[in-house]
């Protein structure tokens, strides 16, 4: 006798918690590397007199697993397009989770020589192939399990496991760094990466248990999804273009403050300013604890008040206190440290981050949907947060100020800010594709009627 159908609700729990697991452990493998980028790598892997440039050489590093996410996007997200999303979760699961655990095995440059930042390069880009379909994936299974009234909280499980992953991160590099110098150094740093095939072993439990969407199962019921597309991979661009620049414009701002402020804040607070590593490191927890709270309230107001709005506001917030943000910083002082970052990525960031996760989902059609919003987001990616830290790092170098920095944060703003103004609001929109269709369809025997 076959098991009994699993209610609903019950499945929309389990997609969500399986996208808050999931999501964490993408963040987690990427947090863990940006703090130990700014904190050890450079040292070990990268070694240079002048520490800046060992550090420059980390975050170069860093913006190499960003290179492959596009491509993971683009082949994860069809496939998950084709055989289901839970299949395609399960695979990227394993892909970092295995990357993660093997950075904590490699050997330093002082053992092998330029084997090991060559090592290090190739790990990052499995890291970043798979995580190109990860974030996609977990947020298309919580959103299309959803109550259609609840996509907004929903789809916030996902971005709610970047809060976790960096309370995670760092909490286990704080107590690590609590070490001696030398041991630290030696072993200590290796733990937080080995840690990464726990989260496997767990989001494999969950996620094994998640049944594919009603959605998706309609669609290719119907013959609509799950074969193969006549534009191939790039089927979800030709189908949707508007969708895929729109995107793209929009993760310009929220991408560069994801990684400007707890990568590049934190190599600024712990070496630029000498301040250390563990006030930097206290300041981005603090902002993570206030982000738990905050990335489900403004992924719950998003249902209320639309997505566009709530994620233009984010984006203003976030830009406007980058000139507080330096100059708290500036003052040395702990407590004005950690309110930088606890107003910057605990209050402001939130904004974009929450609804972007049910825009982006509810921008593509059901069988164009995965493949769609994981590569036009792991594009933006690419473009924004994995050149945020390095860019910032280099003109910081170039001038010993951050005003340039406001300057290069503002240019990624406006361009997210352009991209909510042509982009539609979603909050009401269908999520098996019929309306979208419809709507393409009127426009597409409208431009026809229009033609001579």
């Given at each position: 006798m076959s098991a009994p159908p699993v209610p609903p609700h019950r499945q929309s729990k389990r997609a969500s918690l399986a996208a808050l697991i999931g999501t964490v452990l993408e963040w987690y493998d990427f947090i863990?590397?940006?703090?130990?980028?700014?904190?050890?790598?450079?040292?070990?892997?990268?070694?240079?007199?002048?520490?800046?440039?060992?550090?420059?050489?980390?975050?170069?590093?860093?913006?190499?697993?960003?290179?492959?996410?596009?491509?993971?996007?683009?082949?994860?997200?069809?496939l998950g397009d084709r055989v289901g999303r839970r299949s395609v979760l399960v695979l990227t699961l394993f892909l970092m989770g295995a990357a993660t655990t093997a950075i904590g095995l490699l050997p330093t440059y002082e053992q092998v020589g330029v084997l090991a930042p060559i090592l290090l390069v190739l790990l990052r880009l499995v890291q970043g192939f798979g995580a190109g379909g990860e974030y996609a994936g977990a947020v298309v299974l919580?959103?299309?399990?959803?109550?259609p009234r609840r996509r907004g909280l929903a789809g916030s499980a996902a971005p709610l496991g970047f809060a976790v992953a960096t309370l995670l991160g760092n909490g286990v590099f704080f107590l690590f760094l609590l070490l001696p110098p030398e041991q630290f150094a030696s072993w200590g740093w290796r733990v937080p990466f080995l840690l990464g095939a726990v989260c496997v072993l767990v989001g494999y439990v969950i996620r094994r248990r998640v049944e594919e969407p009603p959605a998706f199962t309609q669609a290719k019921?119907?013959?609509?999804?799950?074969?193969?597309?006549?534009?191939?991979?790039?089927?979800?661009?030709?189908?949707?273009?508007?969708?895929?620049?729109?995107?793209?414009?929009?993760?310009?701002?929220?991408?560069?403050?994801?990684?400007?402020?707890?990568?590049?804040?934190?190599?600024?607070?712990?070496?630029?300013?000498?301040?250390?590593?563990?006030?930097?490191?206290?300041?981005?927890?603090?902002?993570?604890?206030?982000?738990?709270?905050?990335?489900?309230?403004?992924?719950?107001?998003?249902?209320?008040?639309?997505?566009?709005?709530?994620?233009?506001?984010?984006?203003?917030?976030?830009?406007?206190?980058?000139?507080?943000?330096?100059?708290?910083?500036?003052?040395?002082?702990?407590?004005?440290?950690?309110?930088?970052?606890?107003?910057?990525?605990?209050?402001?960031?939130?904004?974009m981050l929450a609804p972007q996760a049910a825009w982006y989902a509810e921008l593509f059609d059901t069988e164009f949907r995965l493949s769609g919003f994981a590569f036009s987001r792991e594009l933006g990616s690419l473009l924004a947060g994995g050149l945020a830290p390095f860019v910032a790092t280099a003109l910081y170098a170039w001038s010993g100020h951050w005003w340039p920095i406001l300057v290069f944060m503002a240019v990624l703003a406006v361009l997210t800010l352009v991209a909510l103004a042509l982009g539609p609001e979603t909050v009401r929109r269908d999520l098996d594709g019929a309306a979208q269709r419809e709507d393409r369809g009127a426009l597409t025997r409208a431009v026809n009627h229009s033609a001579p």
């Open positions: 863990v590397y940006g703090t130990a980028a700014a904190i050890i790598l450079n040292t070990l892997f990268f070694p240079s007199d002048d520490p800046l440039v060992g550090t420059l050489a980390a975050f170069a590093t860093y913006a190499v697993g960003f290179l492959a996410r596009p491509l993971g996007g683009l082949v994860l997200g069809r919580s959103v299309e399990h959803a109550d019921a119907e013959g609509v999804a799950g074969a193969p597309a006549p534009g191939g991979v790039f089927a979800a661009i030709r189908r949707h273009p508007r969708s895929f620049l729109i995107v793209i414009g929009s993760r310009m701002g929220e991408n560069g403050f994801a990684y400007l402020l707890p990568v590049f804040g934190v190599a600024y607070v712990s070496t630029t300013l000498g301040l250390g590593r563990a006030v930097a490191l206290w300041a981005v927890m603090a902002a993570s604890a206030v982000q738990v709270l905050a990335i489900p309230l403004c992924g719950l107001l998003s249902d209320h008040v639309g997505r566009k709005p709530v994620y233009a506001a984010g984006t203003l917030a976030s830009l406007l206190w980058l000139v507080p943000f330096f100059l708290l910083t500036d003052t040395g002082v702990t407590a004005w440290v950690v309110l930088a970052f606890v107003v910057g990525l605990g209050i402001c960031y939130p904004a």
